[in-house]
């Protein structure tokens, strides 16, 4: 015999931006989760930078696959992103190189959703909108 029982569950963290400019959701981006995980990383074991590239069919998916793929590197290496010394967006593809330092950051985002997912222009200004399963 199977049994199922659904359980809600509310484990997600909204984040929304306001910026100038396309390169600059992103770069506001890597800061907000660079926060997130860096207050609670205890102390660094050193600088570090890695290259990233990211490819989708739309700027918001875009969004959603750069903050994947920091979140996959604090994961998997520790790295806590801090800033962005160079970052390109050609199309629907970005490539950066982000300095950050190695630590333990906590295991917190466990997927960047596309739920409510958005990036647009609106009065001058760029905005988005991004859920984190946590």
């Keep these: 015999m199977i049994v199922y029982r659904w359980i809600d569950h509310t484990a997600e963290l909204e984040l929304e ?24 990383a205890g102390e660094g074991r050193g600088p ?7 490819s989708a069919p739309d700027r918001a998916t875009l969004l959603a696959e750069w903050l994947s793929e ?6 998997t290496e520790g790295f806590v992103p801090e800033a962005a010394s160079r970052l390109e967006l050609a199309g629907n593809s970005l490539e950066a190189t982000v300095a950050g ?10 997927a960047v959703t596309y739920h409510r997912l958005g990036m647009w222009e609106e ?3 760029w905005r988005a909108r991004i859920i984190f399963d946590v």
């Design 123 to 125: 009065s001058g200004a």
């Design 70 to 75: 920091l979140a996959y590197l604090a994961e």
């Design 101 to 110: 330092r190695l630590a333990s950051p906590p295991h917190l985002i466990k």
């Design 48 to 54: 570090a930078t890695h290259r990233v590239a990211a």
């Design 17 to 40: 931006i306001e910026a100038g400019s396309e390169e600059s959701v992103f770069e506001y981006a890597l800061a907000a989760v660079g926060e997130l995980l860096g207050e609670r």
